[in-house]
């Protein structure tokens, strides 16, 4: 059974930074794409960024320059740096791969 276990989230003022972690269970991490992706009220679900088992990334136009996912296979975890942020990225952050989600983590942006 997949187990992803997102953390790190938190009320933050714009222009500021944020990591968020996730923690992954049950499966042979390396061999894996992770991903972040976000929800905002009343919108869809979009993905923010994904990091291959090669180690190439890619990102969502909305934060790209901004945010840098991560990954640690040895810890089995992926990690999202998000700097400068702004009010358009407050959202749930949820981590995904292996057709699994996890619960995710409420990121606030304001003043």
């Known amino acids: 059974q997949v187990r992803l276990v997102e953390s790190g989230g938190g009320l933050v003022q714009p222009g500021g930074s944020l990591r968020l972690s996730c923690v992954v269970s049950?499966?042979?991490?390396?061999?894996?794409?992770m991903a972040w992706y976000r929800q905002a009220p009343g919108q869809q679900r979009e993905m923010v960024a994904r990091?291959?088992?090669?180690?190439?990334?890619n990102y969502g136009d909305s934060v790209k320059g901004r945010f840098t996912i991560s990954r640690d296979n040895a810890k089995s975890t992926v990690s999202l740096q998000m700097n400068n942020l702004s009010p358009d990225d407050t959202a749930v952050y949820y981590c995904?791969?292996?057709?699994?989600w996890g619960k995710g983590t409420l990121v606030t942006v304001s003043s």
């Open positions: 990091i291959f088992s090669t180690g190439y990334t």
């Open positions: 995904h791969t292996a057709n699994s």
């Open positions: 049950g499966i042979d991490f390396s061999d894996y794409l």
